[in-house]
DNA sequence: AACGAAATGTAGCCGAGGCTTCATTTATTG
DNA sequence: CAATAAATGAAGCCTCGGCTACATTTCGTT
């Protein structure tokens, strides 16, 4: 009945990617608010690429788990729990960049294959990423 | 009218998200028929850590995107399509896994870690992380 | 050869995350 | 201040990739 090695590994990408959709709309949350004061609907639609329903869901899920507030017609914020997940995700973010800079990627290329890899970066290959950077 | 870079980079994600579960289930059906000579769907269900109707609608998906055949309550195979994708995905892996070693992951995290970032791996990066691996 | 177990197929449910279309509200501006 | 434009909401559709439950086929064993 145990799981062979693979499936471990598998089921761990998968529940990754399980939350890899909200982290990309709550660090956009987060930058637009800084950026704008306020996170309007239209804004991270056009910023992440889709239409506004679609924004308008995901916005809706992130209110579900309780990482963002918003009123009818009104912008979008971050609760304390979006915005320290928003931290993570952005300070994790640099490093994945900075990382795939190091070994050598183009910086065009490494922002654009980033933005995938990130939500798969553990804590620990996170602390190993950034230890390898420290040590030039 | 034009994208914001931004969108740019979550749109290739996504586009890379998308061929990532098939890419899965081709390097697995590859691995089982070397091993076993066939790839069956319990087999093939066990090891990606899935049901097996779950199972059996991707390699369904398989079938309509030319990568696989099979007949009814018979083992699956892959086309020469599939086959060749699966040597460039099980590659892709290897390389993701000694980079992310080579920078001082674990081995076991590096396996974890592996099985999502390699997705979004680019040609390019993939190219930088072999002359990373080459030049020691 | 028949029976029971194991494997596979089939149907249908669910949520996520895309989309289009249309209604409604807000904001701008003449 | 009224009309129009822009933004948001709401409804409903699609595919994908999970799942459970049940039907059917194949296979191994007696």
Redesign the interface.
């Known amino acids: 009945m145990t799981?062979?090695d693979?499936?471990?590994?598998?089921?761990?990408?998968?529940n990754?990617?399980a939350m890899?959709v909200m982290e990309?709309y709550v660090e956009?949350i987060s930058d637009l608010s800084a950026e704008m004061g306020e996170a309007r609907i239209a804004d991270i639609a056009?910023?992440?690429?889709?239409t506004h329903p679609t924004a308008t869901k995901a916005v809706a899920r992130l209110k579900r788990e309780g990482l963002a507030v918003s009123r009818p017609y009104r912008g979008v914020f971050l609760t304390e729990d979006g915005a320290t997940l928003a931290d993570r995700v952005r300070a994790r973010h640099r490093v994945v960049v900075d990382?795939?800079k190091a070994?050598?990627?183009?910086e065009q290329?490494?922002?654009?294959?980033a933005?995938?890899?990130e939500?798969?970066?553990?804590d620990?290959?996170l602390a190993?990423?950034q230890?390898?950077l420290a040590r030039g």
Chains 1, 2 share one sequence.
């Open positions: 799981q062979p693979d499936a471990e590994r598998f089921i761990h990408a998968r990754a990617q890899a990309d956009m056009n910023r992440m690429g889709v990382l795939l070994v050598g990627v183009p290329t490494a922002e654009l294959d933005e995938g890899m939500h798969h970066v553990s620990e290959t190993a990423f230890a390898f």
